[in-house]
């Protein structure tokens, strides 16, 4: 007999059973649609944290290492993070290909200052929005001011008084920044925190400031470097020695955010919950099989007569054992590639709301695959060896 | 073609043995047509399973051509039964959710013959029988005497070496009786080896051979001659 002959058939006797069918495939769809959901994830995991090391198609990998410049209000000169002896210096490691400065802008910046003759150095809030937080005298920033390209400014307490003794004498008087004069509208608190993290001492409208040629300071260098370096390790070694003999070693710190160690957070738990939902889909896998096996038996039961009528006219045992065999395998089979898809689905679903995609591997269908013809085969052995192993003369009288 | 020398048959019943067939010598030779006769229990139906190869499970010899079927594999005897011998029963047995073309068509599929070429072979056959254009009807829409016909046409379908027939009118009224045996007797006189059993007497005399059994014993062997019609 043909094999194709034997996969017709034993798709003929399934549909035959309709529902009886489907409700075995259940426990094997859930099962490997759990799985299947799981591994997704954490794939996508996986290849986002390549992702995030990687800085171009060809696979090279990159890095951002950044300068935070210690507060002093005394230095006058503006500090950049980083000039062209960094670079010299850092393109002495041999796996860095290409090293970049540039802008590290989020919204505040340090520049020098002078107030009343003396000079300062502030921390400036470049805003794009009305600004009246903190305010202790004058006014905020207004619509009118940002519209208008008014020079103003906010300045904190401790740099009113040092240039004009009170906050209150400090109100319309004037301040220097980067050489443009600026009005001081109001007055604003010592403690003023963007975001709870980043304290600023000056506000302006950002237009205006950046309007007159005023230059955001580097404060971070982009390193990109050959393929297959280890990224973090080699920005970590580029870091110590910038904190050592950096340009501005003296003035503030290097650091980097090592974007592997924050999705290796994210790897890790769903490590941790794909151990759980392999465990559990493993023992809904195992019932499932179980169900296939009894639903085999009854299959057996009920079609002895043809089992029968079968062997009668020439077949083998191994011909009747690879017929219910066959579909066994078909049914778990069925139910795996059901279960592939909705688990495909629902990671899809999943993750949309999550901040990386799901990856669907090939290794992960060879899995779904692998497992569901296992389950039929193991499930549905004994069963056929019954159908095969009936004796003839019995069914037939 | 078939030689059964002191062939005994015997079931195990609880720890003893119940014997059915007693020394039963037996030689059929191709083209002919015999009647197996004898009442109920007296051991037709185990005799003829022997000979159908469908029952390998017996003391003695049964010697079919050159092969000794005793000594065959479980999977050779099925292979022998699939080329060699068609079977006829008497509740036609046919698998009641496949058409009459896929029943016909079965030995042919074990037997790993192409698709299109079973279904060529199929149609021709059921010409034979009186039952063309009925491939694709299902059989529980069909007369017995037609299923019968569906089951000689499985019978046949294959070209064996023998035709078996276990009562084959045992569930069919004298005239679909007639008929089926009518049509026994046109493929015998077409060549086919025929041997069945039967309690009719009517049936019987239409063999040109009776075997007359008696408590698994063969008691009488003779040929019919054309006068005792
Ligand atoms: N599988 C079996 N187990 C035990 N006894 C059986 C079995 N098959 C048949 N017999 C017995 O063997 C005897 C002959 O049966 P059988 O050949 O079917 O007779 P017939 O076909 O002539 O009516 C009967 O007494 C029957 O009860
Ligand atoms: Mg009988």
């Known amino acids: 007999m043909r094999i194709y002959e034997l996969f017709v058939s034993a798709l003929r006797s399934l549909w035959a059973n309709k529902r009886r069918s489907i409700l075995t495939m259940l426990g094997i769809i859930i099962g490997i649609a759990a799985v299947i959901t799981i591994l997704s994830l954490g794939d996508g995991v996986r290849i986002e944290t390549l992702k995030s090391l990687q800085a171009d198609s060809s696979g090279q990998q990159s890095s951002e290492i950044n300068f935070s410049k210690a507060y002093n209000p005394d230095s006058s000169n503006e500090i950049s993070g980083f000039n062209d002896n960094d670079i010299k210096m850092v393109q002495n490691n041999s796996k860095v290909v290409k090293a970049k400065i540039q802008s590290g802008y989020k919204g505040i910046i340090s520049g020098p200052g002078k107030i009343n003759g003396k000079n300062v150095m502030g921390i400036i809030y470049l805003t794009t929005k009305p600004n009246h937080e903190y305010l202790i005298a004058g006014r905020g920033i207004s619509k009118n001011d940002l519209l208008n390209n008014n020079p103003v400014a906010l300045i904190s307490k401790s740099i009113a008084k040092k240039g004009y003794v009170s906050p209150k004498n400090a109100i319309n008087a004037g301040i220097e920044l980067n050489g443009v004069s600026y009005t001081i509208a109001g007055v604003i608190e010592d403690e003023a925190e963007l975001k709870e993290y980043q304290n600023y001492d000056v506000v302006v409208p950002k237009k205006f400031y950046m309007n007159n040629g005023a230059d955001i300071p580097h404060d971070s260098m982009k390193l990109t470097f050959v393929k297959g370096a280890d990224v973090s390790k080699e920005t970590r070694a580029i870091v110590q020695d910038l904190n050592k003999k950096g340009s501005q070693h003296g003035n503030g710190s290097y650091d980097f955010m090592d974007m592997g160690d924050i999705l290796k957070g994210a790897s890790d738990t769903i490590k941790a919950v794909t151990y759980f939902v392999v465990a559990i889909a493993s023992i809904s896998l195992f019932i499932a099989g179980i169900g296939v096996m009894n639903m085999m038996y009854i299959s057996v039961s009920e079609r002895t007569q043809e089992i029968g009528i079968r062997m009668a006219v020439g077949a083998t045992q191994h011909q009747i054992l690879w017929q219910f065999l066959i579909e066994a395998i078909i049914l778990t089979l069925t139910g795996g590639m059901i279960g592939y898809l909705s688990g495909i689905g629902l990671a899809k679903i999943i993750s949309s709301f999550l901040p990386f995609k799901a990856i669907v591997t090939f290794s992960t269908f060879l899995l779904a695959f692998g497992t569901s013809t296992i389950i039929g085969l193991i499930f549905g052995i004994l069963p056929a060896k019954t159908a095969s192993n009936k004796n003839l003369i019995e069914i037939l009288r | ?229």
């Open chain 2, 1 to 229: 073609m078939i030689n059964l020398t002191s062939v005994n048959k015997s079931y195990r019943q609880g720890n003893g043995k119940y014997q059915v067939l007693y020394d039963v010598n037996l030689k059929v030779k191709s083209g002919e047509f015999v009647a197996i006769m004898g009442p109920s229990g007296s051991g037709k139906s185990t005799l003829i399973d022997i000979i159908g190869f469908l029952d390998q499970n017996f003391e003695g010899s049964y010697i079919f051509n050159e092969t000794v079927v005793s000594d065959l594999s479980r999977r050779d005897h099925a292979k022998l039964r699939n080329r060699s011998v068609g079977f006829v029963f008497q509740n036609f047995k046919l698998i009641n959710n496949q058409n009459v073309g896929e029943n016909v068509g079965l030995p042919l599929l074990y037997a790993g013959v192409k698709r299109h070429d079973i279904h060529v072979r199929v149609n021709k056959v059921l010409d034979q029988v009186g039952l063309t254009d009925s491939y694709y009807k299902m059989p529980k829409n069909l007369s017995g005497g037609q299923q019968q016909r569906v089951a000689i046409a499985r019978a046949i379908v294959a070209k064996p070496s023998f035709l078996v027939a276990d009562e084959p009118t045992g569930a069919l009224d004298s005239e679909t009786s007639k008929e089926i045996i009518k049509l026994f007797k046109e493929l015998n006189q077409n060549g086919t080896t025929v041997i069945l059993v039967t309690h009719d007497e009517k049936v019987a005399s239409q063999a040109r051979r009776l075997i007359k059994i008696l408590d698994g014993r063969i008691q009488s062997d003779e040929e019919i001659t054309n006068e005792d019609l």
